[in-house]
């Protein structure tokens, strides 16, 4: 039996949170392909707490589907924490996630994200404050440290524990590195070690259903989280519980249900065609002719111009088994 707090998951794949992706549409569509827990993006407490449009605009959800429904949150002050947590609550939230990885520095220098790494106290003080003030379980996710002279994931995960944090998830790559290098999976098995009561989910370096099994197999992690693996590839969650791969044509009524839930949530039809050009870029992924209907549709501005490209590419298109190229996925935009 899986569990995180109070809730039992049905199985151990989780979708990472991940800025302009982890919205509401893409969400749902991962949960309905089986992801057990689909997270918010990060949200700024100081937004919430001035109940800023953009802001609370991220906190929209399907309540029917995202069950349970992880909001997750990064600051650095634990009264502005805890407040923003309230907000959360108030708009539907039953996990409240931390942010204690982000190494972007307009996150960093106001002391959140994984600053808080330098500041296991302050942390912790982070996350009794939300479970005090919301009664919510509380989830983190952190790296494993600031730098290379500074790996202190097992301190910090000692802090978030006696703190009362019922999950912890780990990028083990610190912040000093971003995203380059490899990621060190024997930090998630050292955790597994020391961690008494925490749920462990592991995180990094996973680009396939082989990854992900391999990640839990080799670390002894509780639950899997999938980031880069899922963009333009939603039916991983399906294939990690035994289900095929999509063929061309499902690819394209996946891809057009999705756009058309975008325009929806967007409710701005140019802005939404802009915005889910990156989703189209990697949904073509390993597709015959992908490069030249990535520069198709990046000259689209039309939402009846975006379906007649999206048909005519599925119908046309097939697997290239020589395309080898990686996604060009900017993960300096996708916040830690």
């Known amino acids: 039996m899986l569990r995180l707090g109070p809730f039992t998951l049905k199985n151990p794949w989780v979708l990472a949170p991940m800025a302009g992706v982890s919205e509401e549409p893409f969400r749902v569509l991962a949960f309905r392909m089986g992801a057990a827990l689909c997270p918010t993006e990060l949200v700024s407490a100081q937004g919430l707490m001035r109940a800023n449009a953009r802001t609370v605009r991220y906190l929209r959800h399907d309540r029917e589907v995202e069950r349970p429904y992880s909001v997750q949150i990064f600051g650095g002050e634990p009264e502005v924490m805890a407040s923003a947590a309230l907000v959360a609550k108030e708009w539907g939230a039953e996990l409240i996630d931390i942010n204690m990885g982000c190494p972007v520095k307009k996150v960093t220098r106001n002391g959140a994200g994984s600053a808080l790494l330098c500041d296991p106290p302050r942390a912790a003080a982070i996350v009794r404050a939300i479970g005090e003030a919301t009664g919510l379980p509380v989830t983190a996710k952190i790296r494993s440290g600031w730098d290379a002279q500074h790996r202190n994931y097992l301190e910090m995960a000692a802090a978030l524990e006696d703190a009362g944090c019922v999950g912890l998830a780990v990028h083990p790559r610190t912040r000093a590195q971003g995203y380059a290098g490899q990621a060190d999976w024997s930090v998630i098995a050292d955790l ?4 008494r009561s925490m749920t462990l989910i592991g995180n990094g370096d996973v680009k396939t259903p082989e990854d992900a099994r391999r990640m839990r197999e080799s670390t002894g992690c509780d639950l899997v989280m999938i980031g880069r693996a899922a963009l333009g590839n939603p039916w991983i969650f399906r294939q990690l519980l035994g289900g095929a791969a999509p063929d061309p044509e499902e690819r394209c009524q996946v891809v057009l249900g999705h756009f058309r839930a975008h325009l929806a ?16 870029a990697w949904y073509a992924h390993g597709l015959r002719g992908a490069a030249a209907f990535r520069a198709e ?7 009846e111009q975006v379906e007649l490209s999206v048909r005519r590419f599925y119908q046309a298109t097939e697997v290239d088994p020589l395309d080898a190229e990686e996604q060009e996925v900017d993960y300096r935009a996708a916040l830690g």
């Open 192 to 195: 597994r070690r020391h961690l």
């Open 265 to 280: 949530f967007a409710g701005d039809p140019l802005g939404a065609v802009r915005s889910f050009r990156k989703h189209l």
């Open 297 to 303: 549709v990046n000259q689209l501005v039309q939402p």
